[in-house]
């Protein structure tokens, strides 16, 4: 499989315009990329920019500290899926309730994005570089307990993106309780892109797609893939 379907373009930034945006879906059309990334004011648009196409509308709620009331993070899912109808919600934990061993409040967090969510799947960041490997373990058991589809790496606004021993970590628990996981976080070329899959990354967050597919062509000898 092209690693095109394995991308989700990403454009979070606060200072992102309407033609940034208008971008960035075009080129994830352009390339075949499996999903595009944006924050909650632009989901309607790019749903209405790739409607017809089978490019994934992702947004973000709790972005980028997870420290809203689980009530907000709620609300915003339900109106981005009812409202602009995206595929999946990427969503923060709540880092203070983590690290402080609120380990419920955590999965009670979770369980109010998934339900306000349905039928939409939803992706949990655990933001790595803030964790040790056993917290990334507990982290994982939250996250499927909770209900997601998925675990992520990290917001990419914090001291550290995804790693290859984080992914290897989430994958090995990932694995144990059925969900998938998402590396994002300084993903920009196609050789880490590549590292993230073989250490068992389902999908990629990067705000390089059209970069990595080229990279990927040359590599290949031939056309962009479709």
Do not use: W
């Not at 899926?81 to 919600?89: F, G, K, N, R, Y």
């Not at 570089?129 to 058991?141: H, I």
């Amino acid at each position: 499989m092209s690693i095109a379907k394995y991308l989700e373009h990403t454009l979070l930034k606060p200072e992102a315009t309407v033609t940034d945006i208008m971008k960035l879906c075009a080129e994830a059309k352009e390339y075949n990329l499996g999903g595009v990334c944006v924050n909650t004011c632009y989901a309607g648009l790019a749903r209405h920019l790739l409607n017809g196409t089978d490019v994934k509308i992702v947004t973000v709620v709790g972005f980028p500290l997870g420290a809203d009331r689980s009530e907000v993070k709620a609300l915003a899912t339900k109106l981005a899926v009812d409202e602009d109808h995206v595929d999946e919600v990427d969503m923060v934990i709540n880092m203070s309730a983590f690290k402080s061993g609120n380990y419920e409040e955590v999965v009670a967090d979770i369980a109010a994005v998934v339900e306000a969510a349905k039928p939409s799947a939803v992706k949990v960041i655990i933001e790595t570089c803030l964790l040790t490997d056993e917290e990334k373990v507990k982290a994982c058991e939250l996250v499927a307990k909770g209900g997601a589809a998925f675990v992520k790496t990290s917001t990419g606004f914090n001291k550290g993106g995804a790693t290859v021993h984080d992914v290897e970590i989430l994958a090995r628990e990932a694995k144990r309780y059925g969900i998938g996981v998402k590396a994002a976080g300084g993903i920009r070329d196609y050789e880490t892109a590549q590292a993230m899959i073989a250490a068992g990354a389902d999908r990629i967050g990067t705000s390089a797609g059209v970069a990595i597919c080229e990279d990927e062509a040359k590599a290949m000898g031939g056309g962009l893939p479709k």
